[in-house]
Nanobody, 125 residues
């Protein structure tokens, strides 16, 4: 499986971006997916995850009410809509695929087996 994240860029505080993660090589429709991020000098952290059906989601507390994760299994793609962005959201954002089928990832990187290369989001103050 190859995961390609896109949609990052430079945005002002309060702005919005929509990240996409396109999977290729095999379908990910039976796997939960997740977004993580890594800011300069910090460890990678969990942002949001979605179940294989799209009906279950989990969010980190710091993005609740601002970010929305969704998926389109017909397009083998996962999205992260980010609203009301803050400078502290500046990071490289990575999408990842769950190791096991039919799960809702809860935020542990060890439960993910494939990772995209990341897309940079920069929020200016």
């Amino acid at each position: 499986v190859q995961l390609q994240a896109s949609g990052g860029g430079l945005v002002q505080t309060g702005g919005s971006l929509r990240l996409s993660c396109a999977a290729s090589g095999r379908t990910v429709s039976t796997y939960g997916m997740a977004w993580f991020r890594q800011a300069p000098g910090k460890e990678r952290e969990f942002v949001a995850s979605i179940s294989w059906t799209g009906t279950g989601t989990v969010y980190a507390d710091f993005v609740k009410g601002r970010f929305t994760i969704s998926r389109d299994n017909a397009k083998n793609t996962v999205f992260l809509q980010m609203n009301n962005l803050k400078p502290e959201d500046t990071a490289v954002y990575y999408c990842a695929k769950a190791r096991s089928e039919y799960t809702l990832p809860k935020g542990s990187p060890g439960t993910m087996d494939y990772w995209g290369k990341g897309t940079l989001v920069t929020v200016s103050s």
